[in-house]
Antibody
Framework: QVQLQESGPGLVKPSETLSLTCTVS????????WSWIRQPPGKGLEWIGY???????NYESSLKSRVTISVDTSKNQFSLRLSSVTAADTAVYYC????????????WGKGTTVTVSS | IQMTQSPSSLSASVGDRVTITCRAS??????LNWYQQKPGKAPKLLIY???SLQSGVPSRFSGSGSGTDFTLTISSLQPEDFATYYC?????????FGGGTKVEI
């Protein structure tokens, strides 16, 4: 049974870079897309972007200039970097396995809270 | 593509039939997925490709629709179904979620 686990700092200073890693266990990363989604406090879900296991990426338009998603299949991990963060980037960040073609997210991590504050 | 859910919240009782609507700003064929989220938890996939029930999801959940209009129906609301429900289009990037529908007692 595939499981995902997010990890990374829970507190990031304004203007710095948020970095998170998602570790995939119980299965292979091959043939799947891997997404990052976030949820600001009390608000809805926002898709950030995804990476295919081979390395191709696609990002939300409004975040594209600040986001980088990378993958390391040898470690069964993929990562999110979001630069120049502000308080508006405070959210719970989720990673999710994304089924290609229909692009639904069938396995999710538990989420990690990231607060942007000095 | 913008996804609009209605209502944004609703009150219902155990045993009620509940219907949630999701509308896309352009045709997305049947590339529409539904999720359930409980407080403090990650979303859970319920329905994919408009009407396919995810493995392990109770059969009281069903989805329908194509093009721009979709519905999620809970045939007989159970206590564990009180949650927030989100639709998501998988037709084109950027992938997008609806604003959510909170189902309350």
């Amino acid at each position: 049974q595939v499981q995902l686990q997010e990890s990374g700092p829970g507190l990031v200073k304004p203007s710095e870079t948020l970095s998170l890693t998602c570790t995939v266990s119980g299965g292979s990363m091959t043939s799947y897309y891997w997404s990052w989604i976030r949820q600001p406090p009390g608000k809805g879900l926002e898709w950030i972007g995804y990476i295919y296991f081979s390395g191709s990426t696609n990002y939300e338009s409004s975040l594209k200039s600040r986001v980088t998603i990378s993958v390391d299949t040898s470690k069964n991990q993929f990562s999110l970097r979001l630069s120049s963060v502000t308080a508006a980037d405070t959210a719970v960040y989720y990673c999710a396995r994304t089924y290609g073609g229909d692009f639904y997210m069938d396995v999710w991590g538990k989420g990690t809270t990231v607060t942007v504050s000095s | 593509i913008q996804m609009t859910q209605s209502p944004s919240s609703l009150s219902a009782s155990v045993g009620d039939r509940v219907t949630i609507t999701c509308r896309a700003s352009q045709s997305i064929s049947t590339f529409l997925n539904w999720y359930q989220q409980k407080p403090g938890k990650a979303p859970k996939l319920l329905i994919y490709t408009a009407s396919s029930l995810q493995s392990g999801v109770p059969s009281r959940f069903s989805g329908s629709g194509s093009g721009t209009d979709f519905t999620l129906t809970i045939s007989s609301l159970q206590p564990e179904d009180f949650a927030t429900y989100y639709c998501q289009q998988g037709y084109s990037t950027p992938l997008a979620f609806g604003g959510g529908t909170k189902v309350e007692i």
